[in-house]
């Protein structure tokens, strides 16, 4: 038997609706739908204007975030930085982050660690607490 799957990400469940946080953010984790066992896939977009209002970190898998359309900001511990079209963001194991957009929205892909709702990320609500969105 071979071991691979090919899925639609728009097959996949919005988990943004279940938690309030639609239409100002659709995100789609995979790694469910993929069969993943030790790695991680989800598709996020975001409205214009629009934190996280929560900061995470998982502590033993890294991220890999690829900013595939607009630009915003993302926060890593105490570090705030630009990011733009065609960035990619590495994320070390215990980094808490989050990420806001600018006036153009933001989409991006992230890779590595299986998700928040595997239960194996540190949530922190209200961690981000700064001047506002960009």
Same mark, same amino acid.
């Given at each position: 038997m071979r071991d691979y799957a090919i899925i639609s990400i728009d097959d996949v469940e919005n988990s943004a609706e279940a938690f309030g946080l639609a239409p100002d953010l659709d995100a789609r984790f995979a790694s469910k739908d993929l069969g993943?066992?030790?790695? $991680?896939?989800?598709?996020? %977009? @975001?409205?214009?204007?629009?934190?996280?209002?929560?900061?995470?970190?998982?502590?033993?898998?890294?991220?890999?975030?690829?900013?595939?359309? $607009?630009?915003?900001?993302? %926060? @890593?511990?105490?570090?705030?930085?630009?990011?733009?079209?065609r960035d990619v963001i590495r994320i070390g194991a215990g980094v808490k982050h989050a990420i806001e957009t600018g006036a153009n929205g933001l989409e991006l892909i992230a890779f590595g660690a299986p998700g928040p709702l595997r239960g194996d990320a540190e949530m922190v609500q209200g961690w981000w607490v700064d001047e506002g969105a960009a």
């Amino acid at each position: 038997m071979r071991d691979y799957a090919i899925i639609s990400i728009d097959d996949v469940e919005n988990s943004a609706e279940a938690f309030g946080l639609a239409p100002d953010l659709d995100a789609r984790f995979a790694s469910k739908d993929l069969g993943c066992e030790n790695a $991680g896939l989800s598709f996020q %977009k @975001l409205a214009p204007g629009f934190r996280i209002p929560f900061g995470h970190a998982h502590p033993e898998q890294e991220e890999l975030y690829v900013i595939v359309k $607009g630009d915003g900001r993302v %926060k @890593l511990d105490d570090d705030v930085k630009a990011v733009r079209e065609r960035d990619v963001i590495r994320i070390g194991a215990g980094v808490k982050h989050a990420i806001e957009t600018g006036a153009n929205g933001l989409e991006l892909i992230a890779f590595g660690a299986p998700g928040p709702l595997r239960g194996d990320a540190e949530m922190v609500q209200g961690w981000w607490v700064d001047e506002g969105a960009a």
